[in-house]
């Protein structure tokens, strides 16, 4: 089979990753080297696709011949989908072509299970050692970790990888158990467990490489101790797929919460049970619920950069579900009405992050500001957060919400109707204002 | 009465020339001078060469009529640094303040210095100024900062190189970019760090630079006819993209807004959009018919079709 008849199936069949993300490594380049790639902490989405999504990492697998049967996968044993195995040095080759054309970040390489797990990694890992040592290759590695691989294999990945994962895959082990029951939520844990303690050895290690000072003797050229080895210095990902089996939002983000304190996730990433070409009669007959997993994104950024518990965000009790007509910050905010209005000029930082529609950025303006004046509406206007939501839960200098409104029991539906109002006049007025036009105006 | 230090204050405009439309280290070094002198905003008119264009051109740069008139003196920042008699008090601003200054000098906006220098003359009279997140003038130089580093970033992104051969048959990797603002020179050096090994070139309207293994080299602007077509191994690119594409998930505002028309003519996947767009909902459709009747019916068998 041509290369380009394997790409175009390993590519279909990795797709429904969700992660592209090639984040987290700072302060590599090719100068001094003999190869190429770089990685200056912030990715870099070189195209989208229709999907919105972005290509940032050359996805594929090694093969999609697999020998479990996952129901919710497309590369399943019993699918009947077109098989294809590329070499280690087929891979290596797209990898460098496409990364010299400037069309990716690096590889993100995933495979099915053949043979044996350890097989398997065996063969990923010679993938990214090849990129690394045949060819000095210093743009992003991201591999998918095969849970029940040697340790040592493991130890090996984190060498060449810039970032490791293991899917989870479903929320509750009852869910795994079901949809893949050649998978063992234990093993997948333990295997997690392992890559979150290598990467934490590591970075003390690093620590403590940069601590100590070499002294030298005058004249004497200027001593190095060797650099400590790096474990996937991008940190580890994982993800879960969405609305295939029964779990609610609420055991969703349980399970997030738990997984970036146990074992320090950069990111849980929420697929959307997507329908595939092949599926399982055993999973829904249905379009892929989009919008609840976009609020799922939502409330995991409360989490993860708002300092909301998960237990707050879906309150015990309640139908356990996140509210898929408001975001997860304003149905807090309507629930916990008595905390509100927040003053900006003297409530603290986690007060205004709270504020529904005040965002990370908009928030250290205004305490910026705040700590040389008093703030007003006319600041708000300035920053482009004067909106309704925002209104109804704030005070300033020269601004109060009116007596009353904040109580009234059609708060949320006059939310939702003056909301609904903006994204028309936005869309009309082309959206986008140059910051040109916008000089004009001053 | 002592003679005025410059052109102002006897009705006469000042105009300062910097280097080139991006040339920071020329604002800076002049409002450095000018700070020192006590130039109001007002009477100072900031131009620029264009990019290794020759200074005949210089016509021009008068097309805004308000900016600048005939009787404006005209002084490089190192003719200004001359008349500065003393060292004036220093104005302290953060480095991540600067930095913003640095790229709002990228913009295309006409007024980018002047807003610059203004901001900096209002933090010289009024200190507590600087720490105002909220100013309105750098709220404007903020937008402009960041209009620019997303333009940079998305160079980074968009440049597309293809192989080729220089003059000497050495080959040459080349791209055609055309951005907003005056980023080139900003946006480089990622390229350098990245592709150190590889000798590589980025065409554009304003200004050209290659990498020839040592140093970046500068050159005059070039068209897109001056840089390779397609070749046989962007086939390859183009099968990646269609295939990492899911039907099931069509977004395209999601893509717009990452991806907007502007760039498309340079990419070349973007040939794809228009079918892959057009046939998501049917292939979409088959799927779910799919999933209650036969399985054999699924879209993926069939591809590879040379197998």
């Known amino acids: ?442 | 009465m002592r003679a005025a230090p410059y052109g102002a204050e006897s009705g006469q405009a000042l105009s300062v020339l910097l280097d080139a439309p991006d040339d920071f280290a020329g604002f800076r070094q002049a409002a450095r001078a000018l700070l020192a002198l006590g130039a109001a905003p007002d009477g100072v008119h900031w131009r620029w060469n264009d990019t290794l264009a020759t200074r005949a051109a210089e016509g021009d740069l008068f097309a805004d009529g308000k900016l600048s008139s005939a009787q404006d003196r005209v002084l490089t920042p190192d003719a200004l640094d001359l008349l500065v008699p003393a060292p004036g008090r220093p104005v302290h601003i953060r480095k991540a303040q600067l930095a913003v200054l640095r790229d709002a000098c990228c913009h295309r906006n006409p007024a980018r210095f002047a807003l610059c220098y203004r901001w900096l003359w209002r933090v010289q009279r009024m200190p507590q100024l600087a720490g105002d997140a909220l100013d309105a003038d750098w709220r404007d130089l903020e937008r402009l900062a960041h209009a620019v580093g997303r333009e940079i970033h998305k160079m980074h992104a968009f440049v597309r190189f293809r192989p080729a051969q220089d003059a000497s048959g050495e080959p040459l990797h080349v791209a055609w970019f055309e951005p907003e603002h005056h980023i080139v020179r900003a946006a480089s050096g990622f390229f350098m760090r990245r592709f150190t090994n590889m000798r590589w070139a980025i065409l554009s309207p304003d200004c050209s630079v290659l990498w020839d293994l040592h140093a970046l080299q500068w050159a005059p602007g070039a068209t897109a006819a001056q840089a390779p077509g397609p070749d046989a191994g962007e086939a390859l690119w183009l099968a990646y993209y269609q295939s990492t594409f899911n039907p099931a998930r069509l977004k395209e505002q999601a893509m717009l807004r990452e991806m907007p028309r502007r760039y498309w003519k340079n990419l070349p996947e973007t040939q794809a959009i228009s079918a892959l767009v057009a046939t998501a909902r049917s292939r979409t459709g088959h799927m779910l018919a799919a999933m209650g009747d036969d399985p054999g019916e699924g879209e993926a068998a069939g591809a590879g079709e040379d197998s």
């Open chain 1, 1 to 442: 089979m041509q290369t380009i008849a394997k790409l175009r199936i390993l590519a279909d069949a990795a797709k429904y990753d969700a992660s592209c993300a090639s984040s987290g490594v700072k302060g590599r380049d090719s100068l001094g080297g003999k190869g190429m790639g770089s990685a200056e902490g912030m990715g870099i989405c070189h195209s989208y696709t229709p999907d919105g999504r972005c290509v940032s990492l050359l996805k594929i697998l090694l093969t999609n011949f697999c020998i479990y049967d996952c129901r919710y996968c497309i590369n399943r044993k019993s699918s009947n989908v077109q098989r294809a195995r590329f070499t280690a040095a087929e891979v290596v080759a797209l990898t460098l072509d496409f990364y010299r054309r400037n069309c990716i970040e690096g590889l993100f390489l995933s495979s099915g299970i053949i043979q044996s797990s350890n097989y398997t990694m065996e063969q990923l890992v010679e993938v990214a050692r090849s990129l690394r040592e045949d060819h000095d290759f210093r743009g992003y590695i991201h591999l998918k970790t095969i849970p029940d691989a040697d340790p040592q294999l493991l130890a090996l990945a984190g060498r060449h990888a810039d970032r490791l994962s293991i899917n989870i895959e479903l929320p509750t082990s009852q869910g795994l158990q079901q949809l893949a029951p050649e998978k063992s939520a234990s093993g997948i844990a333990s295997a997690m467990g392992d890559v979150a303690r290598h990467i934490d050895e590591a970075r003390q290690e690093g620590q403590a490489h940069a601590a100590q000072k070499p002294v030298s003797l005058p004249g004497a050229q200027r001593a190095r101790r060797a650099r400590p080895a790096r474990y996937a210095p991008g940190g580890q990902s994982t993800q879960m797929i969405v609305g295939a089996d029964g779990a609610s939002d609420a055991v969703i983000l349980r399970t997030s919460s738990a997984l970036y304190t146990g074992h320090r996730l950069r990111r849980v990433y929420y697929s959307a049970f997507s329908p595939i070409p092949n599926a399982s009669a055993d999973l829904p007959l249905q379009a892929p619920p989009l919008i609840r997993e976009h609020r799922l994104y939502q409330a995991d950024w409360l989490m993860r950069f708002y300092g909301f518990a998960h237990e707050e965000i879906i309150a015990p009790g309640a139908t356990g579900m996140l509210d898929l007509e408001i975001d997860p910050k304003l149905a807090w905010a309507l629930a916990h009405r008595q905390h509100f209005p927040i003053n900006l000029n003297r409530a603290p930082k986690e007060w205004l992050l709270r504020v529904p529609g005040l965002g990370g950025r908009s928030v250290e303006r205004l305490l910026a500001a705040r700590s040389v004046r008093s703030l007003r509406l006319a600041d708000l206007q300035q920053l482009h957060v004067a909106s309704a939501k925002v209104l109804a839960f704030v005070e300033l200098a020269d601004y109060h919400p009116r007596p009353g409104a904040l109580e009234s029991a059609q708060l949320r539906e006059q939310l939702i109707a003056q909301m609904a109002q903006g994204a028309v006049q936005r869309r009309h007025s082309g959206m986008h204002l140059t910051a040109a036009g916008q000089m004009a105006l001053f």
